[in-house]
Structure formats: C-alpha cells, structure tokens
T-cell receptor
C-alpha cells in the first residue's frame, strides 16, 4: 500500500532557529513529491521534487529529494512566527491521479 | 475565478440530515479533487474528476457519499444521513491536468454533525 510518513508530527522552536522536517514515502512508479504549507485552511504549494539531489529553494525554505533512500526533507532557516503552520508532504499514488498525503508536521515558532 | 471557491465555509447539521458542499474550481482546470481532513489527520482522498472521464470514486468511505461535476466545472459533494464521524473539513482542489501536477486548494468547508 502506498504511504507517506512525516516526522516529527509536532515541533516547537524559537524564532531564528533552523528546522528540518522529514518525509519518507513508499509508492509504486514514483513520479514526484510535493510539499504544502497549511496555515488556516487551504494548503498552499511550496515545492515539487522529481529528481534526486537537486535542491529546490525559495527564500528561507529549501527542499531536497533522495530517491534511493525514499525520503525528502524540508529545511527552514531563520524561522519566523509566520512560519507556524502544518507542513504536508504528498506523492501521487502509483497508477492513479490521486495524491497520498502524510499526516503533516505541525510547526510552532515562538517569538 | 481567481481561486478555488468552496461553500459553505461552515456547516452545522444534525445527525441524519443530508448536506451538500459546493466547489467552484479555477477556470480552465480540468481536474477536480475532494479531500477530507479530520482533526489531527492528514488529507484523505475522496474522489477525483478529470475532464469527461469517469470519476475515480475509490476514496468515498460509504454509499452515503456522492459527488458530481456538472459541465466540467462546479462540483457538489453530497453526504446523506450524516453521522458524527463525518465531521471534518472537506477540501476541494483543482489542477490543470492530473495528480502529478500542482493542486490549488480551496479554503474548505468545515462540517460539524451534532
């Protein structure tokens, strides 16, 4: 069964800290891995990764994929209170068009 | 529209009543998804529409759940004879193409069944 496992489930840090969020996956016919940020209701897209070892970067956020070890990490440097959110990882299920999501990591950044 | 619109944003209903949740996707997006998010859980796939193809209903949890998409645009998710375990946030998303593409989510409809 295709699955996505995220860790940790919850994380509390102080402003300025650097955090690393983890996502491991098992899926047949891997195509891509996606990261979303969910603050209130609607998840918003962060990154889509398809190739190993190529870092995607957007400001203080970056992500990388390891297709051999079947995981991805999302790094956030110099965290701000506005980074507080649930970070979701997802991958298309093999042979279908549905995204399989992990349970998410709830990040809380305290001032 | 500029984004994915969902209504109502909040719905409180009594056990046993039927509810309808509406989703208006981004204009031109051919793919439309419904997901459910229960407290502390990840997003659970419900149903997927792509163009004129038969929908993928494999995620619907019971026959009380149904969805339709009229004219390739607006979609309605119907839950009949609601149960307390149906309480969740129902998220709609659309994309230009299939699941390997980026989804744009709506703000969701929070359903509370008393």
């Amino acid at each position: 069964e295709d699955k996505v496992v995220q860790s940790p489930l919850s994380l509390v840090v102080h402003e300025g800290d650097t955090v690393t969020l983890n996502c491991s996956y098992e899926v047949t016919n891997f195509r891509s891995l996606l990261w979303y940020k969910q603050e209130k209701k609607a998840p918003t897209f962060l990154f889509m990764l398809t190739s190993s070892g190529i870092e995607k970067k957007s400001g203080r956020l970056s992500s990388i994929l390891d297709k051999k070890e079947l995981f991805s990490i999302l790094n956030i440097t110099a965290t701000q209170t506005g980074d507080s959110a649930i970070y979701l990882c997802a991958t298309p299920q093999g042979g279908s068009e549905k995204l399989v999501f992990g349970k998410g990591t709830k990040l809380t950044v305290n001032p | 529209g500029a984004g994915v619109s969902q209504s109502p944003s909040n719905k409180v209903t009594e056990k046993g009543k039927d509810v309808e949740l509406r989703c208006d996707p981004i204009s031109g997006h051919t793919a439309l998804y419904w997901y459910r998010q229960s407290l502390g859980q990840g997003l659970e796939f419900l149903i997927y529409f792509q163009g004129n193809s038969a929908p993928d209903k494999s995620g619907l949890p019971s026959d009380r759940f149904s969805a339709e998409r009229t004219g390739g645009s607006v979609s309605t998710l119907t839950i009949q004879r609601t149960q307390q375990e149906d309480s969740a946030v129902y998220l709609c998303a659309s994309s230009f193409g299939g699941g390997a593409n980026v989804l744009t989510f709506g703000a969701g409809s929070r359903l509370t069944v008393l």
